[in-house]
């Protein structure tokens, strides 16, 4: 009886308690304290982790212009006989970018002469998908006939198709595939039947299920995870390589544009960074090229920001930089950008942008002068880019970096020189343990408004690391970034832009993680962290309001993160709650100044008990979970899940505006 007593006397100790201690949360909608930007949310795109060839970029086929150093990478060759040949011809007169071809010399009709393309870690092809097979040729002599296969590694074919003959001078052949099963790791086989000689180039493998269906365009999943965080800007095409490890090998958007055929090649700078993630096959084809970045933002809705190499190699690597008295053709590449993007059809560049199917300009509002560089010899790169940009183009907004760190010397130095600076963005990056974003969610709280504004243009918190490609992506990570972000939204007056980095990492051809999207050759995964981001993103607000604990902002009290903001176009109030404790909070949600009506809410939930838990691409396990949320008397009650990321969307009158 004694104990029963006891244990009952406890029972509504705790029922009591549990009363008292809920948590009043305060959100004022008529308290407006600053716009939010459009593009407060977008994405980093940059080649690394196969990301661009063997990822976004569809094509299937690797080197297929023979313009890697080993020209015959990522192909097999079976020539029986001796006198048939294989040739690389390096013909400059025929183009300055990709002057290699491959010629096939073929001497008797019963020889089987092939060429097999194992594709990037395998070639992955749906059942019944639609594939187009293409390639420029020359007949040389004689009257060869080509047969196209995809075998899976068991040698059974599932995909053919014949070209009849190869005859007379440089053409484009195309022809279709159908794959009869799926793979994930087949090849290429192309088969020289008959005698004779041809020349070959520019060997390519599409699915027609592209992104918006655009011809030899990009991956369709992989474009449409990205299309569903509805970002405000597309930055590209990095990062590192824009650098390069030296500036020979530095990123040139020039050989990025014109015709696919006419593109340059260079390795990709993270082809040798890691030596326990060597990818010595890691190079640039430029299929995806300038061109596609700026159509890839046009299709999304967002704004492009492409950031131009200022005269600096990597410092991490060579710290080579060109001459200060020599930087004019760097400015020159800049401002012909520009050109290319805004120009009218009657300029050079703007002509170029209209040859290619873009006759209207892409607008370009932003430009990005180098990626993360330091220290003085930035600096006064840097001021002679802007003082040569905003003379000619004053209406471009400039975004200048303050090196790799979050704080320290170099960090304090770059902000102390840029200040007074007509940068109008600063990028600063982080990357660094959950526990730094925890702690950091008032960072810009304090932050000096005077100068440029903040561009958080690369972060992701860096949780251990497990064996399984995936795992760095736990959900305490994001969890973390969920509690950071909300100290990003709330300061939006000086925070105007923001994206994780990196994006994309294919499963068996990775560099660095964490990465927002993980995929193979058939399937993508979105990770917590890309949950996170899509929610920030779907539900950004057009206003920056009020939300707080006992008249304070809640940053961190009682394991608590919040911001709030008002969707003027969609007459909504929305609030993000991270709840980072291993315990349950029973939370009100006190709205002023809604009518006394009863109202409903839509809450959406992203949690896991383990902290370690993250998305496999054969087992997405964290997702958003949604639920339905009475409004009475202007009160939200709610249990607010541990170690969880929450949003409430308070609709009270007719969305003005539908995106």
Not at 20 to 45: C, H, R, T, Y
Not at 450 to 470: N, T, V
Not at 537 to 551: A, E, L, R, W
Not at 621 to 647: C, H, M, N, R, W
Request: hydrophobic content about 40%; some cysteine.
């Amino acid at each position: 009886m004694i104990l029963k007593s006891i244990w009952k006397i406890t029972f509504f100790c705790c029922i009591f308690y549990s009363g008292w201690a809920q948590i009043k949360l305060a959100v004022k909608p008529n308290e407006v304290s600053s716009d939010i930007s459009p593009q407060m949310w977008g994405i980093f795109f940059e080649d690394i982790n196969f990301a661009a060839d063997g990822g976004l970029y569809a094509e299937l086929i690797k080197n297929g212009s023979f313009q890697f150093p080993i020209a015959l990478t990522g192909w097999r060759l079976n020539k029986p006989k001796p006198e048939d040949q294989w040739l690389v011809i390096n013909q400059q007169k025929r183009s300055l970018t990709n002057t290699r071809v491959a010629r096939i010399v073929k001497t008797t009709d019963s020889s089987a002469y092939t060429l097999t393309n194992e594709g990037f870690r395998g070639i992955g092809l749906l059942k019944n998908e639609k594939y187009n097979f293409s390639l420029w040729a020359k007949g040389v002599s004689g009257n060869l006939k080509l047969r196209i296969e995809v075998l899976k590694t068991t040698g059974a074919r599932i995909a053919m198709a014949e070209f009849n003959t190869i005859s007379g001078p440089w053409k484009k052949y195309e022809l279709p595939l159908t794959a009869t099963d799926s793979v994930y790791a087949g090849v290429l086989k192309i088969s020289f039947i008959g005698k004779g000689s041809v020349e070959i180039d520019n060997v390519s493998l599409f699915p027609v299920n592209t992104f918006k269906n655009r011809p030899n365009g990009l991956r369709a999943d992989l474009a449409g995870l990205l299309d569903s965080l509805k970002p405000g800007f597309v930055r590209f095409p990095g990062g590192c390589i824009v650098e390069g490890r030296d500036l020979q090998n530095r990123y040139q958007w020039k050989n990025t544009v014109g015709p696919v055929e006419n593109r340059g090649m260079i390795v990709n700078r993270w082809n040798m960074e890691f030596a326990r993630r060597a990818a010595p096959d890691y190079y640039q084809s430029f299929g995806l090229g300038f061109y596609e970045y700026f159509q890839l933002a046009e299709d999304l809705g967002a704004e492009p920001l492409p950031i131009i190499n200022c005269g600096m190699a990597c410092q991490f690597n060579s710290g080579e930089v060109a001459a200060m008295d020599e930087l004019d053709p760097y400015i020159q590449d800049a401002l012909d950008l520009i050109e290319f993007a805004n120009g009218t059809i009657q300029t050079k560049w703007g002509k170029l942008r209209a040859s290619m199917g873009h006759p209207a300009p892409f607008n370009l509002k932003m430009l990005g002068v180098g990626n993360e560089q330091w220290d003085a010899q930035y600096i006064e790169r840097y001021l002679v880019f802007e003082k040569a940009l905003k003379t000619k183009y004053p209406q471009i907004k400039l975004v200048a970096g303050s090196g790799p760190s979050a704080s320290g010397p170099l960090f304090d130095y770059a902000w102390k020189q840029l200040k007074t600076s007509k940068a109008d963005y600063m990028d600063e990056h982080y990357y660094l343990p959950p526990a730094w974003f925890f702690n950091n969610a008032k960072r810009y709280d304090r932050y000096d408004r005077e100068g440029p504004k903040i561009f958080a243009g690369e972060f992701a918190a860096h949780d251990k690391e497990e064996a399984i490609p995936e795992s760095r992506n736990s959900w305490l990570s994001a969890l973390a970034e969920a509690a950071f972000m909300t100290g990003l939204e709330r300061n939006a007056d000086l925070v105007r832009m923001c994206s994780y980095a990196p994006l994309l990492a294919h499963i068996d051809a990775w560099q660095w993680r964490p990465d927002l999207i993980w995929f193979d050759n058939l399937k993508a995964v979105a990770t917590p962290n890309y949950y996170v981001q899509k929610l920030f993103s779907n539900f950004k607000g057009t206003h920056i309001i009020p939300v707080t604990m006992q008249d304070s902002i809640l940053a961190g009290q009682d394991s608590l993160f919040a911001s709030s903001v008002l969707d003027k176009n969609q007459n909504q109030v929305i609030i993000k709650l991270v709840n980072m404790a291993r315990s349950s909070k029973k939370i009100e949600i006190h709205i002023d100044g809604l009518p006394p009506d009863k109202f409903q809410a839509r809450g959406i939930t992203l949690n896991s008990r383990l902290s370690n838990d993250f998305n496999s691409l054969k087992n997405a396990k964290i997702q958003p979970l949604e639920k339905q949320y009475d409004i009475l008397d202007s009160i939200l009650a709610a249990e607010v899940a541990p170690s969880s990321f929450q949003v409430f969307v308070i609709q009270y009158g007719s969305p003005k505006i539908s995106k």
